[in-house]
């Protein structure tokens, strides 16, 4: 049997090796992140401060619907950005139709009681809501009416409509 030969400790300091290799890692990381998912870093924490905001409003069901649905598009916007930061592009795809249906679907909440009151009023009213308001564009009425509200003039409020649904045909191919 062979001696053992212990490793001397003051050669190698374990812990500071993996410390620095931490803080090395994390800064090589933040120069290969692109662009778009520091993006959607920004965009998922403004969303978090205006829901924040916003839930200190009205406190009515329209507003409430809203506020529920920012938060649920926040969500998908933290899902999108860890899928990306995971190499799981094709993935964005679906998630990123989602998202912009809820925004979609806040909006229509926000401007108009009846359609809010429907599309939390149950399964049968939601499937009903959707065939009659959602579905094949129809939810781009509300869209107009939010935008109109908004200030837009119609020109500018035609090509948003008309960039909406280009988004979302090209997240559904």
């Not at 062979?2 to 120069?31: N, V």
């Not at 990123?96 to 359609?115: M, Q, V």
Request: charged residues 25%; neutral net charge.
């Amino acid at each position: 049997m062979g001696a053992q030969l212990d490793a001397p400790t003051s050669m190698f300091d374990i812990d500071a090796y993996f410390h620095g290799a931490e803080e090395r890692a994390e800064k090589q990381a933040i120069q290969l992140i692109p662009v778009h998912t520091l993006l959607l870093r920004l965009g998922s924490t403004v969303m978090l401060l205006l829901g924040q905001y916003l839930s200190q409003g009205k406190g009515d069901t329209q507003w409430t619907a809203f506020v529920a649905l920012q938060y649920r598009a926040i969500n998908y916007l933290i899902c999108i950005r860890r899928l990306l930061l995971s190499g799981f592009e094709d993935s964005c795809r679906p998630l990123s139709r989602s998202y912009f249906e809820s925004i979609d679907i806040a909006l229509a909440c926000l401007i108009d009681k009846d359609f809010c009151e429907r599309y939390f009023g149950g399964e049968s009213e939601f499937k009903k809501l959707w065939k009659e308001e959602i579905a094949y564009g129809k939810i781009y009425k509300y869209l107009k009416r939010a935008l109109e509200l908004a200030g837009f003039e119609d020109a500018v409020i035609d090509e948003k409509i008309s960039a909406r649904k280009n988004q979302k045909n090209h997240l559904s191919s």
